[in-house]
């Protein structure tokens, strides 16, 4: 299929169901304007994270790669009254950007953003016995993926919902051995979550001007 085509079944399936929104647009822009890379979930892409999390009625979601806030906008506007999100950002100045981000939205109260290396705050979150999760959505580094999944689900019960972002990398991942440093991991990851006997998993394309591709996997 060629890019043009995509972006343009991209485009239609958002006109229709993913109006215009000036509190994602103006986190967008803000998040551009701090330096940002604009590697956030496509707007079609977050509609399908509210509507997963919603379908899995989540009111204590993990996200895994908080950037500006993009992913974890639509997740905090998918949760129940009293719902949480626990978010973790390497760094300091995406995660204050976020926060502005998220406030605006008016989300601010239901997100909780921890500052760090995400591996170190699961082993903290591990230790602290926090309730389990029951949605995670992974999107951090993209070489952390494996060690991020085995603490998520010290983090999980069965039934969570886990999700991973960027396993396709417009089709990097179909070569034995990809150049692109994140279509190398993504490919190691895909194989590990294929096997992994504690989950039941697939993935879904996501089109876009690349294809690329989201994880979606259930606790046993
Ligand atoms: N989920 C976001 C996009 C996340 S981009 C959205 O769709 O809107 C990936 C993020 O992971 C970046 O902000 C990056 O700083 C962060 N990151 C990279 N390495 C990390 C690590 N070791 N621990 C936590 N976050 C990390
Ligand atoms: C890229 C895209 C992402 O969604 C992400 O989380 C990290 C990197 C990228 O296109 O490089
Ligand atoms: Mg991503």
């Not at 890019?3 to 967008?28: A, G, H, M």
């Not at 300091?92 to 995400?118: F, W």
């Not at 602290?128 to 993209?142: E, G, N, R, S």
Request: proline share 6%; hydrophobic share 45%; charged share 20%.
């Amino acid at each position: 299929m060629n890019p043009d085509l995509r972006v343009q079944i991209e485009k239609y399936i958002e006109s229709l169901f993913v109006p215009l929104d000036p509190v994602l647009t103006r986190n967008i822009a803000d998040a551009e304007a701090a330096g940002l890379p604009a590697i956030q979930v496509s707007p079609n892409q977050g509609k399908l994270l509210y509507l997963l999390s919603k379908m899995c009625g989540a009111s204590r979601v993990l996200e895994i790669g908080t950037l500006g806030g993009y992913s974890t906008t639509w997740l905090a506007r998918a949760l129940p009254d009293g719902g949480t999100i626990t978010s973790l950002e390497l760094d300091q100045t995406h995660a204050e950007v976020a926060r502005k981000n998220l406030e605006r939205a008016g989300v601010g109260a239901r997100v909780v953003i921890h500052v760090g290396p995400a591996e170190q705050t699961l082993q903290q979150l591990i230790e602290q016995q926090v309730p389990k999760f029951d949605l995670i959505f992974i999107d951090a580094d993209k070489p952390g993926y494996p060690r991020y999944l085995d603490l998520s689900l010290q983090l999980s019960r069965p039934g969570t919902v886990v999700l991973a972002d960027n396993l396709i990398r417009d089709g990097g991942v179909l070569d034995a051995v990809p150049e692109e440093e994140n279509a190398r991991a993504a490919r190691a990851f895909n194989a590990i979550l294929a096997a992994d006997a504690r989950l039941e998993s697939i993935i879904i394309p996501v089109l876009g001007k690349k294809v690329d591709g989201m994880s979606i996997s259930i606790v046993k």
